[in-house]
Nanobody
Framework: QVQLVESGGGLVQPGGSLRLSCAASGLTFGNYAMGWYRQAPGKERELVAAVSNGGSTYHRDSVKGRFTISRDNAQNTAYLQMSSLKPEDTAVYYC???????????????????WGQGTQVTVSS
């Protein structure tokens, strides 16, 4: 049984930082691309960042320079370091595991096989 368990969400002031973690079990972690998605109220779920099984990364434009995705294959864990947080980053953040996706020979995300349960991130003063 595959499980993706997110942690690290919470309430933070604008300009603050958080680090999300996603602990994976029940799958061969090193074979999967990992991603972080988010969904704000009334909006569609969107891909925030992804890391391929080989270590290539993708970050959406609105988080470039502020968020960094990483993975530790020895710990079966993926991370999302978030800095300079803005109120518009407020959302439920979901961890996902799946297959690498490529566009024009560049890593562009993943096709999701498994989802975590989500963790709330609220950016507010």
């Amino acid at each position: 049984q595959v499980q993706l368990v997110e942690s690290g969400g919470g309430l933070v002031q604008p300009g603050g930082s958080l680090r999300l973690s996603c602990a994976a079990s029940g799958l061969t972690f090193g074979n999967y691309a990992m991603g972080w998605y988010r969904q704000a109220p009334g909006k569609e779920r969107e891909l925030v960042a992804a890391v391929s099984n080989g270590g290539s990364t993708y970050h959406r434009d609105s988080v470039k320079g502020r968020f960094t995705i990483s993975r530790d294959n020895a710990q079966n864990t993926a991370y999302l370091q978030m800095s300079s947080l803005k109120p518009e980053d407020t959302a439920v953040y979901y961890c996902a595991a799946g297959k690498n996706q490529w566009r024009n020979f560049r890593f562009s995300g993943l096709s999701v096989d498994y989802w975590g349960q989500g963790t709330q991130v609220t950016v507010s003063s």
